[in-house]
C-alpha cells in the first residue's frame, strides 16, 4: 500500500521559514519523481514542485528562489523548504506521486 505522510507544517510570521517532510513508503521510491502540490483556502489545487530521481527540480513561478526541493533516497522521504514565506502562501500542502496523494499538512503564514 503506498503511503505519503507529510509533516512540518505550522504557523509563521511572513518572511519566516519552514520545512516540509514527507515519508514515502509502499512503492519503489527510486523510480518516481515526486511533487509538491498545495490548495490555499478556497482555491483549487496547484502545483508548486517536483523533483526527479536524479534530484533536478523545477518549481512554479511562485515559489521559484524561494522554495527548494530535495530527497533521500536511500529512506524515502522528500523534503520542501520554505524560505521567505509570505501570506499567500497559506494553504494545506501535499506530497504527491503519479496516481497517490498524502493527507497533507497546514502551512499558515500570518503575523
Do not use: H
Amino acid at each position: 500500500e503506498v503511503q505519503l505522510v507529510e509533516s512540518g507544517g505550522g504557523l509563521v510570521q511572513p518572511g519566516g521559514s519552514l520545512r516540509l517532510s514527507c515519508a514515502a513508503s509502499g512503492f519503489t521510491f527510486t523510480m518516481y519523481a515526486m511533487s509538491w502540490v498545495r490548495r490555499p483556502p478556497g482555491k483549487e489545487l496547484e502545483w508548486v514542485s517536483a523533483i526527479n530521481v536524479d534530484g533536478s527540480a523545477s518549481y512554479s513561478d511562485s515559489v521559484k528562489g524561494r522554495f527548494f526541493t530535495s530527497r533521500d533516497n536511500a529512506n524515502g522521504i522528500v523534503y520542501l523548504q520554505m524560505n521567505n514565506l509570505k501570506p499567500e502562501d497559506t494553504a494545506m500542502y501535499y506530497c504527491a506521486k503519479p496516481g497517490d496523494r498524502g493527507p497533507g499538512t497546514q502551512v499558515t503564514v500570518s503575523s
